[in-house]
């Protein structure tokens, strides 16, 4: 029987590093070895303790999880480097940056079968390294392959690239484009009161209309709307947080969102975005 992968969870947000340890719990067969809070304990815990898989958040104050394991290399060449999964609720760039360069990524808020595929990958590589067949090509010192740490030291230089380059956002119109009754209306961002997805399609909710955004992801709809208005709640939503009517409190210290459409559509806020909650309503 194979021995459960041991992990490390390092994120500065309390609830997100619950959530994290609650999905991991849940999908079974992972020994959390520990928990550290910033890049500073990161490095000493990889040290310590030479986990299967770190889940790193991206932004942390003092080192950020790039700058860990650039940390980790340059303290010890020959040292075991863990399988890295990176946490980020951030941009686009950084999850296509991830993809290209072969270093899986979790996006937050974290979602439950997104993570039972990256675990599967976690234990494919593992068995991997640990078994090699007859043939294959084998690991370096550290513990990746050649091109596995040519592809961590190509996104660390992205990276550090896009770090002294001005970032710049999409061209907004404030417009949306909502498909309803065989139609493209033009929809003020302003009376978007909230979008969700569900089976691959985006609905997008105001007083008056409700239809189908032309967008493929929340990601992309995302990139269209004003980032000091539209909050990404949920994984499944994103709310106008103009259109809150009521914040309601829930289960096991959560809330839900009472909207100020028609129907008034009550939204849950995940774990891992309450503290967010908290300091947009001073809860």
């Known amino acids: 029987m194979p021995l459960p992968l041991t992990a490390l969870i390092i994120d500065d947000e309390p609830l997100a590093r619950q959530e994290l340890q609650y999905l991991l719990d849940a999908a079974g067969d992972v020994l959390v070895l ?24 991206v932004q942390m104050p003092g080192l950020d999880g790039f700058a860990v394991l650039k940390k980790v290399l340059g303290h010890d060449k020959k040292a075991r ?18 993809e290209v360069n072969a270093v899986d990524y979790l996006l937050k808020p974290f ?5 039972v595929k990256t675990l599967e990958k976690v234990r494919l590589r593992r068995a991997a390294q640990t078994e090699p067949a007859a043939g294959a090509v084998i690991g370096n010192s550290n513990g990746l392959d050649t091109s596995a740490e040519a592809k961590l030291d190509a996104l660390l230089k992205m990276v550090e690239e896009r770090g002294a380059l001005p970032i710049t956002s999409p ?7 909502v498909r309803a009754q065989n139609r493209l209306l033009l929809v003020d961002q302003k009376d978007v009161c909230f979008a969700s997805i569900e089976g691959g399609t985006i609905s997008v909710v105001t007083k008056a209309v409700e239809g ?33 009517r009521e914040v309601v409190p829930w289960f096991k210290s959560s809330y839900q969102l009472r909207m100020d459409d028609r129907k008034q559509t009550e939204i849950p806020v995940s774990r891992s975005q309450t503290k967010r909650l908290r300091e947009l309503f001073n809860l």
């Open 81 to 98: 480097l863990p399988q890295v999964v990176f946490a980020t609720a951030y941009d686009q760039y950084a999850v296509r940056a991830f």
């Open 34 to 57: 520990a928990q550290g809070t910033n890049g500073i304990e990161a490095v000493e815990l990889i040290r310590t303790h030479k986990p299967d898989v770190i889940f790193l958040d």
């Open 212 to 244: 189908d955004s032309n967008c493929r992801t929340l990601e992309e709809l995302m990139d269209q709307l004003d980032p000091e208005a539209f909050w990404r709640a949920h994984r499944s939503y994103v709310v106008n947080i103009q259109h809150i």
């Open 111 to 115: 979602d439950k079968a997104r993570l």
């Open 171 to 177: 061209a907004r119109s404030g417009k949306v484009v």
